[in-house]
């Protein structure tokens, strides 16, 4: 549970989101993108950085988390990568990337402070909202 008035860091073991990355004051909101097909940028280990990668975006389910998947791009190389089938406007989503020979998505953890206490979350998967046009 996060407490109102937190402030945080995250950390990004692995694979670091350098779009939409979510703020320690809100890790669980959605960030808006900039437009209905946008291009998701990371940065991630120098041993890694020929690898392939898979990106996927799953819209978000009833209970909160990722869901049905809606978008997914495998074995690629690079650092980046722009949807080529874009996001429905204003619905929100999680997206998240790998090496292709992993099982292991990218994920985020977070720790906060507050006035009362520390709130501590891991395995925060990135979650992105798509502009209204």
Not at 68 to 81: A, I, N, V
Request: aromatic share 12%.
């Amino acid at each position: 549970m996060l407490v109102a008035g937190c402030v945080g860091t995250m950390s990004y073991p692995g694979i670091e989101p350098l779009s939409f990355r979510a703020s320690g004051m809100n890790p669980d909101g959605a960030v808006v993108v900039d437009s209905l097909t946008p291009t998701f940028r990371w940065k991630q280990p120098v041993d890694d950085l020929m690898s392939q990668m898979d990106l996927a975006v799953w819209f978000v389910g009833p209970d909160g988390i990722p869901g049905e998947l809606y978008y997914s791009k495998e074995g690629f190389f690079g650092d980046s990568h722009t949807m080529t089938q874009p996001l429905a406007p204003g619905v929100e989503y999680f997206w998240s990337l790998k090496k292709s020979d992993s099982t292991v998505w990218a994920t985020a953890g977070y720790v906060g402070v507050s006035p009362i206490g520390a709130a501590w979350k891991k395995g925060l998967t990135f979650k992105i909202k798509a502009p209204l046009k």
